[in-house]
């Protein structure tokens, strides 16, 4: 059966093979960070199910000191100039979205048949885990149409991975470690001691309060920690679970769908979801609150109607 294991070895590999591409760049005169920083993140999908809680949290810190202490930098990897990817899209026209739509396709497929296919009654996917193995799938059969169609150089998707890396940075990881950062105030009891708060100081006792308070409390709480993931677990713990679904019987997957979609109103008004909000500023040259500024008339509307999506569904379904 194909675990969830072998994405992160996948995974793995690939920030493996930055981290060596990073330390031969020259180009780059804080190679060595690059390579340290890129080959911890690499050892902690690779062997990450291997070490202790200890060493794993030894790891994150250094992969916070080095982006913390500015020791990232900028490579040069070899690829192709403006005017050759200004003849090739001309040459192949909207063709080349073919290879991006065919990850979210694969992905879809996966999570609609692949979820019970069995092979001599073994079941082929991870059940729970069979839309993030498709998804990897995905990646590498576009991978694979990409290299037999445009016939790059062999190691082309490597040096263009590395260079996107190198342009977020320390950025590019932080959805992964904020939704770590959930898992352990919902182990922690967070979620709990927020919804006695709630339950305490708010006047829940209707099916709309519920609905309310957990679709604006998953924008606030996305706002302050920056991910909607990490968010997730903690409301869902205080108002989603105990209120909407067990007291109000409301449907849970409808509560968890629009309860994300909630959340992300509150990722669009935040500087703490830098991957989204201010690095894209940055690459942009662009002042740091240019992104949320423009973003806010829509988040403001965009939760109200998630708001009322939720009430109007989560109870008749």
């Not at 190679?31 to 794993?56: E, I, K, Q």
Request: with cysteine; net charge neutral; charged share 10%.
């Amino acid at each position: 059966m194909i675990t969830l294991e072998y994405v992160y070895v996948l995974a793995g590999l690939m920030f493996a093979a930055f981290a060596v591409l990073s330390a031969r760049d020259r180009s780059n005169p804080k190679r060595l960070g690059n390579a340290t920083f890129w080959g911890l993140l690499g050892v902690s999908f690779l062997f990450g199910s291997y070490l202790s809680d200890l060493a794993n949290g030894i790891l994150v810190l250094a992969l916070v000191a080095i982006g913390g202490f500015k020791i990232l930098g900028h490579g040069k990897p070899a690829t192709t100039t403006p005017a050759e990817r200004r003849e090739s899209a001309t040459r192949r026209g909207n063709w080349l979205f073919l290879p991006a739509l065919v990850i979210p396709a694969v992905a879809l497929l996966g999570a609609l048949f692949l979820k019970t296919a069995t092979i001599g009654g073994v079941a082929l996917l991870d059940p729970k885990q069979a839309t993030l193995i498709s998804l990897a799938f995905g990646v590498m059969l576009s991978l694979s149409i990409a290299m037999l169609w445009l016939r790059p150089p062999l190691l082309a998707p490597l040096h263009e991975g590395r260079r996107l890396m190198d342009t977020v940075g320390w950025a590019a990881v932080l959805p992964q470690m904020l939704a770590s950062l959930g898992a352990v105030f919902a182990l922690a009891g967070v979620g709990q001691a927020v919804g006695t708060i709630a339950t305490e100081w708010l006047p829940l006792d209707t099916q709309f309060a519920a609905v309310a308070a957990y679709c604006i409390g998953m924008a606030l709480f996305t706002a302050v920690m920056g991910n909607a993931f990490a968010a997730f677990p903690v409301m869902t713990a205080a108002i989603g679970l105990p209120l909407i679904v067990h007291q109000f019987g409301g449907d849970p997957v409808i509560m968890a769908a629009v309860g994300m979609l909630s959340g992300f109103c509150g990722t669009l008004t935040t500087p703490m979801a830098a991957n989204f909000n201010i690095v894209p500023a940055a690459l942009l040259e662009l002042p740091d609150d240019a992104v949320i500024k423009v973003q806010i008339p829509t988040a403001i509307p965009l939760l109200l109607a998630n708001t009322a999506l939720m009430y109007f569904t989560v109870y008749r379904f």
